[in-house]
């Protein structure tokens, strides 16, 4: 969808966001667009707030300033590590069977999600607890797919999978952004993975932050500001 | 035992096993038995006004509710200890509004004709309550494994754990004529705590909690008349006796 003029219409526009937690400000002064069909990366050093800016976005966590979301937005989330109770007798089946159920999609479109992400079929089979921590990452990159999500909110959805895995997943995320058009939020500490697949960086530092094509922001003095350390990244060109 | 009796028992255990699966899964083992105390004060008012007992329980169940679901977003630690403390003193203050006979039917459950009102209420609470299980199931379950993924589902977090805890508190309240505000609390977790050990999926966790649930309810209840005993605590036996046997069976 474009407006008038032909641009591509926003999907998200935050406006002067600030978040406290107690007495602790997380960050503040943080304002920022996201065009539709935009992979925006969000990155900087731990503790700057990524996982916190994800979770106002999802209306989990109260904030000052606004957000606004398109009024069309279906999301697709995937939290960061999740401590799930071992030994929950829920199958990988029930939770997409739960999510088809949300969205009203039929559960073999729900369970061919699986495949999508490179889980065997009969991983569906096993209790949630019983999976590894990089085939439960899997499960919930899937489950984000189930339901036609047209914007994707990942917080280090390759966190504990294994290299193939990482790169399939990688790869599946940006099929998805440049084929179907989805925008895509992603935190990361792959600055190589952002390098190669973001349209826009957002970076949230300790003084102030950045927000711009990945060429503008991932410059070697830029992030030895940002991380206050020098960084250096491989650059995998195509 | 009358066929009324019969047919609320089992709607009340289908109840009871039903919502005990999402409690234990919850991990609210504890603020549930607590929860089913705060019944007694309720139940000591209204025989102090010649009200029937059960409105008297289910206003002061559904005060506990709210309470639970006012302080459920707080630290996890202060609600249970406030939970503790409060719920408590509502068997403390119950037991000395309620005296004599009328205490141990409260506390262990048991005694008098069933009245057209009651089983009116039962059987219309029993199905509110099984439906809301499986019309909600699968929120349920996504909220269980990730309230945030829930929230991006477009699941309503905070109106699906009041209605929960509602429909929680509605199940204590069927179930005191059997087993009183002592024991409520068990018939909910112990057949779920049985079928989460002996299950694969949710569904045969729903279905072995909803068997062992009626069973020992059914059995319990015509051990109890056989041997003049209170029912409540033949059931909760029967139940414990169930979970102990799945233990051993598969560790």
Avoid at chain 1, 28 to 47: D, H, K, M
Wanted: net charge neutral.
């Amino acid at each position: 969808m474009h407006d008038t003029a032909g641009r591509p219409k926003n999907v998200l526009e935050v406006n002067d966001l600030a978040i406290r937690f107690g007495r602790t400000e997380i960050f503040s002064r943080l304002s920022f667009t996201v065009p539709e069909g935009a992979a925006l990366a969000i990155i900087g050093p731990n503790g700057s707030g990524k996982t916190v800016l994800l979770r106002a976005l999802i209306g989990a966590i109260p904030f000052e300033g606004t957000l606004h979301w398109a009024p069309d937005v279906r999301l697709g989330y995937v939290p960061q590590k999740l401590d799930i109770a071992r030994d929950v007798p829920i199958t990988g089946f029930d939770f997409l069977r739960a999510r088809a159920a949300l969205s009203r999609t039929s559960n073999a479109a729900a369970f061919e999600m699986l495949t999508a992400v490179g889980l065997p079929v009969e991983a569906g089979a096993q209790p949630i607890g019983a999976l590894s921590g990089g085939q439960f990452q899997r499960l919930l990159v899937a489950f984000a797919l189930v339901g036609g999500p047209n914007v994707l909110l990942l917080d280090e959805p390759t966190a504990g999978v294994d290299e193939p895995g990482q790169e399939r997943l990688n790869e599946l995320i940006h099929r998805l952004q440049q084929d179907r058009g989805l925008t895509v939020f992603l935190i990361s500490h792959d600055l190589s993975v952002v390098y190669r697949h973001a349209t826009t960086v957002l970076c949230l530092g300790r003084e102030r932050h950045w927000c711009g094509p990945p060429k503008d922001i991932l410059t070697p003095d830029r992030l030895h500001e940002i991380y206050g350390a020098p960084i250096a990244f491989h650059v995998h060109e195509p | 035992m009358s066929p009324e009796t019969v047919a609320l028992a089992v709607a009340m255990a289908v109840a009871a096993g039903l919502v005990g699966c999402f409690a234990v899964m919850r991990r609210m083992a504890l603020s549930a038995d607590a929860l089913s105390h705060v019944a007694l004060p309720g139940i000591g008012v209204a025989l102090a006004l010649h009200v029937h007992p059960l409105a008297g329980a289910v206003a002061m169940l559904f005060f506990g509710a709210l309470l639970v679901w006012a302080l459920e977003d707080r630290a996890r630690l202060a609600t249970e200890t406030i939970i503790g403390v409060v719920f408590s003193a509502a068997l403390a203050v119950g037991s000395m509004i309620t005296s004599g006979e009328d205490l141990i039917e409260a506390l262990v459950g048991g005694g008098g004709a069933l009245s057209r009102l009651e089983v009116a209420f039962g059987l219309i609470a029993a199905t509110a309550v099984v439906s809301f299980i499986l019309k909600e199931k699968h929120a349920l379950v996504v909220a269980l494994v990730s309230p945030d993924i829930a929230r991006t589902a477009g699941v309503d977090l905070r109106r699906l754990n009041l209605l929960y805890l509602l429909m929680f508190a509605l199940t204590i309240a069927l179930g005191l004529r059997y087993l009183g505000v002592l024991l409520m609390g068990s018939l909910i977790i112990i057949p779920a705590a049985t079928a989460k050990h002996l299950s694969n999926n949710l569904n045969q966790m729903l279905t072995v909690a909803v068997v062992i649930a009626v069973a020992t309810t059914v059995v319990g209840s015509g051990l109890a008349l056989w041997l003049h005993r209170a029912t409540g605590p033949v059931i909760v036996a029967l139940a414990a006796g169930c979970f102990l046997l799945a233990f051993l069976h598969r560790p």
